[in-house]
């Protein structure tokens, strides 16, 4: 039956219907999901005391957790229209639920004991860096002998290295990599949200092209089967889009760690998947300008007892600034889609 039900809607088709269903169920559901959190989380998510003091009176109160939403959204669209017999559909629910379910215990505690540090740094890093192993692992050995542990050069054609041995614990740093990355992008309203569906978008096109047999026409490595993954990444672009409606300025509710932590690592297999480790970081350029604020931010105050920026994540910087929130959103939208246009180069 399963196969009767996949042999009669193409790729393309069930792209579209992934998409839609994501979208639709985000709009219907978010109003209600969003009113059980707010009962159920009286005083929402807390506040960081350390970071903009207007976040203190303009977001308190408003509760987090939304990433419930755009995971359950996508994976019920997911299971409905992409063939989860295929290993990277399953793996990819896979990350979804894991890094989900770390998230969620995270912004659980948070709200339970109204502090903004919950679960520790190392506990979160040991079961991102588990999970990241194990999807990592299966990804490797899902793709074709010969591909499975290259690193692909963007814009160079039949330029690669054979990571051998090395490829899956590279593997493991870009999914956890990326989690964190957009973990640390979600701190204004409609921010990481707005960057997601960027990205997402170019990597359904990526994937779509890696799943041809004519991928080579596209500069993509041809990798069977890979257009189930861009049937995940529609219904994530769907999902983030209807989360948008309810995340855009005044935010009505907040994505949390059970939403970033998960779409950042599914962000980041689906480079691996495809083998565009390289361009992911071109594409989510800002999410690597954010990163690597934090972590210039660290270490430059370690040494000179000083701040490099006003505040980290650079966001928060131009906040500092006098920017609005909505210039810096809108800004770093911007940034996203001229890198994703420089990201499309790939395909020329």
């Known amino acids: 039956m399963l196969t009767l039900w996949y042999a009669s809607l193409s790729l393309e088709y069930r792209m579209v219907l992934a998409f839609v269903t994501a979208l639709l169920l985000s709009l219907v559901c978010g109003g209600k999901l969003i009113e059980f959190l707010r009962k159920w989380q009286k005083f929402g998510q807390p506040i960081r005391e350390d970071g903009p003091q207007s976040h203190l009176q303009t977001k308190k109160g408003t509760p987090t957790m939304g990433g419930i939403l755009i995971l359950g959204t996508a994976v019920l669209s997911v299971f409905l229209f992409a063939n989860i017999t295929y290993h990277f559909v399953w793996v990819s629910i896979l990350i979804l639920v894991m890094y989900g379910l770390t998230g969620f215990v995270d912004d659980y505690w948070k709200v339970k ?24 692992s299966i990804i490797t050995a899902a793709t074709p002998r010969g591909v499975n542990t290259v690193l692909t050069f963007p814009y160079l054609k039949n330029v690669f290295i ?3 041995w090395l490829y899956a614990p590279f593997a493991v740093v870009v999914i956890s990599g990326a989690s964190n990355a957009v ?10 949200s707005g960057l997601l569906i960027i990205a997402f978008s170019f990597f359904t096109a990526v994937a779509y092209c890696c799943g041809l047999h004519n991928a080579i026409d596209y500069n993509m490595l041809y990798i069977p089967r890979c257009g189930e993954v861009a049937v995940v990444c529609a219904a994530l672009v769907g999902s983030c889009l209807g ?8 935010a009505k509710v907040f994505m949390g760690d059970t939403g970033s932590l998960a779409l950042g690592a599914i962000l980041g297999a689906i480079a691996v998947m495809t083998k565009h ?7 989510g350029g800002v999410f690597v300008a954010e990163t690597l604020s934090v972590m210039i931010q660290v270490l430059y105050f370690k040494k000179t007892g000083k701040r490099f920026f006003r505040m980290a994540p650079i966001h928060h910087h131009f906040e500092q600034l006098g920017w609005s929130e909505k210039k810096v959103v809108f800004s770093f939208w911007g940034a996203a889609l001229l890198l994703t246009a420089v990201g499309c180069l790939i395909f020329i």
């Open 113 to 136: 004991r109204q502090n903004s540090n919950a679960m520790t740094a190392g506990m979160k890093l040991f079961l991102q860096f588990l999970t990241a192993l194990i999807a990592a």
């Open 243 to 250: 989360f948008l409606y309810f995340n855009k300025p005044k």
């Open 162 to 164: 054979n990571l051998s």
């Open 183 to 192: 973990n640390l992008s979600d701190g204004l309203d409609g921010l990481a």
């Open 277 to 283: 480790e390289i361009i992911l970081a071109i594409v």
